[in-house]
């Protein structure tokens, strides 16, 4: 396992905080800026998806400035992540995460966040984002990771371009049926993240109900658990055709160990994108080999080549969809950008929000993947989906 999820998430915060406060101020439109706030989680659980997720926007930064930057107001002007280097490190706790975005609201004087590496978090801040409405001092904030169904919908404030399992899981299950002549499904779920109950509720069932598969059992979790013995246990009593892995990396990658160890063998097991990570392959190794999941591109299509040797030669890794996410949002952000009208001012700032926010939400542009991504009446990005498959420690389309 990579060490970043090793690292005190409290010290890299602290280091963080500590090291923007002796920063410099920049000017705006004067010193040729517009700041984009980021913040993503650098340690702990959700950092396989934030470090991803951080670094793609960075890509997505430089190529951009490297191109001459962004128009605004007739003047070309670089994107400015605030705080540079890297933004904040969000870690995986909802209240420090608002503190966070506080700060960068009023002292950092963001024009838009980019950011939330969960959708704990993520549902939190959305909310939060309703209180400042009121007070009259909303800001957008967008994310590249929250996949709770629904929670763009919470404040018109709150955007994603994540990729929805939603439109996908019965594409996913028909496909298992018609391969495996799957008749009884069962689930692993962490329950203290709100996307995976959610998921299976809002869109798994249903669809395996639709097909005439039943569940015969869930079993939950929490992310901090360890030990999974009791629910392999009794997943495996009830000797399931489909088995439905939904949580978060680490213990997904725990589950699948212990699912090898004590001969837990449906026809298939199913996981959802929090398994779309470069440590799902490598810890995983063969306790994942050939679980299937829901990805928004093909990793062999040569369309997202380009950006895929640029994100392994700094990383020296593999991108993911999380990744891809990140070097989407921030295309988005340039385009409304140049549409939006905004001053970059200081003074300006407050108006500046809301001309953002409505170009925002007409924004669009063409994905490293080749596909168009535009936002629909709820903020978020539909897209197409495929079928993937860890086949020989790599995902392959299925």
């Excluded at 899981?169 to 069962?186: D, E, F, I, N, S």
Aim: no cysteine; glycine share 10%; hydrophobic share 40%.
């Amino acid at each position: 396992m990579n060490t970043y999820l090793n690292l005190s998430g409290f010290v890299r915060r602290l280091a963080s905080l500590l090291l923007v406060a002796g920063a410099p101020v920049f000017a705006f439109q004067s010193e040729g800026t517009v700041r984009i706030g980021l913040f993503e989680s650098q340690t702990g659980t959700f950092a396989p998806f934030g470090l991803p997720g951080l670094w793609g926007s960075l890509i997505a930064i430089d190529e951009i400035n490297a191109a001459g930057g962004v128009t605004i107001d007739s003047k070309k002007v670089r994107i400015v992540p605030t705080p540079a280097p890297n933004g904040y490190d969000a870690g995986s706790d909802s209240a420090q995460a608002i503190l966070i975005l506080k700060r960068m609201i009023s002292d950092d004087k963001v024009l838009m966040v980019k950011g939330m590496s969960n959708s704990g978090t993520g549902v939190a801040i959305y909310n939060y984002l309703n209180e400042l409405e009121k007070e009259g001092n909303p800001v957008v904030v967008h994310s590249s990771a929250v996949g709770a169904p629904g929670a763009s919908q919470i404040s018109k404030w709150g955007f994603r371009n994540t990729f929805s399992e939603v439109d996908i899981v019965g594409g996913v299950a028909a496909a298992a049926q018609k391969r495996t002549g799957a008749k009884t499904a069962a689930f692993f779920i962490t329950k203290d993240n709100p996307y995976f109950p959610s998921i299976a509720e809002k869109a798994i069932i249903p669809a395996l109900k639709s097909l005439g598969i039943e569940v015969k059992v869930m079993t939950e979790a929490v992310t901090s658990d360890r030990d999974f013995t009791r629910q392999v246990d009794e997943i495996r009593a009830a000797r399931p055709d489909l088995v439905y892995v939904l949580a978060t990396t680490l213990p997904a990658i725990n589950f699948m160990k212990e699912a090898k160890r004590r001969g837990l063998a449906p026809k298939l097991f199913i996981g959802g994108i929090s398994q779309l990570t470069v440590e799902t392959l490598k810890a995983g190794a063969d306790a994942v080999e050939g679980m299937v999941i829901a990805g928004s591109y093909d990793p062999a299509s040569p369309a997202v080549g380009k950006f895929a040797d640029e994100y392994k030669k700094r990383h020296t890794q593999d991108i993911s969809l999380f990744a891809v996410n990140g070097h989407e949002a921030i295309y988005l952000v340039k385009d409304a950008l140049e549409k939006s009208g905004i001053k970059n001012t200081p003074e300006s700032l407050a108006d500046d929000r809301r001309k953002f926010r409505d170009a925002f939400a007409k924004s669009s542009m063409t994905s490293v993947t080749g596909e168009k991504i535009g936002f629909n009446g709820d903020r978020e990005t539909p897209k197409a989906g495929v079928h993937l498959v860890i086949k020989n420690g790599q995902f392959v389309a299925w």
